[in-house]
């Protein structure tokens, strides 16, 4: 992610989520040394479709965000971003990768689960716009 794509990364972030982040944060990340902002692009029409943040710091990696495009969900996008991250995670020798997710949130859990992902703990009324509580799953990766 370069700051000229936070515009397209605004306009699927509005799209997917209650409340979303402000253009401001992904600048911030832009600029973050051990922040990991990475999009995917449309290599015909070269739109920003899908995006994950992620922080590797020290043995953690933190999965801050990802979405997709509305219109590009159910093509493998997020399941690619997420592999990416995995990738980067293991070429640091990160031992494990966690994220938090609402509990309601059936397609990114599916998404999760199908890539090792394990639930971990629960955040008590994590989320502030809604007091839902955030599932925290993690995936530990083996050495090889
Ligand atoms: C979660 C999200 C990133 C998934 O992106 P995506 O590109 O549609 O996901 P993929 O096409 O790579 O799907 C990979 C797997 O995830 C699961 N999955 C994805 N969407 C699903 C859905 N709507 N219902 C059930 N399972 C789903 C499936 O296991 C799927 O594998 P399959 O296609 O072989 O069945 C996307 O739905 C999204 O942007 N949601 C809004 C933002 C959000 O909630 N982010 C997560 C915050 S924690």
Not at 73 to 84: S, Y
Not at 110 to 116: A, F, I, N, V
């Amino acid at each position: 992610m370069r700051h000229g794509d936070v515009p397209g990364v605004m306009d699927i972030e509005k799209r997917s989520f209650t409340s979303p982040w402000g253009a401001h944060l992904f600048h911030e990340e832009v600029d973050r040394d051990f922040s990991h902002p990475v999009v995917a692009v449309d290599e015909e029409t070269g739109r920003v479709v899908g995006y994950i943040i992620f922080w590797v710091v020290y043995d953690e990696c933190h999965i801050l965000n990802i979405a997709v495009d509305p219109e590009r969900r159910r093509q493998g996008i997020g399941e690619a971003l997420m592999r990416h991250c995995e990738e980067v995670a293991r070429a640091k020798r990160v031992p494990y990768i966690y994220l938090e997710v609402r509990e309601s949130n059936r397609p990114a859990i599916s998404l999760y689960k199908k890539l090792g992902y394990r639930f971990f703990g629960l955040r008590r009324g994590y989320y502030t716009d809604t007091k839902e509580d955030a599932l925290v799953m993690a995936k530990f990766l083996r050495r090889e």
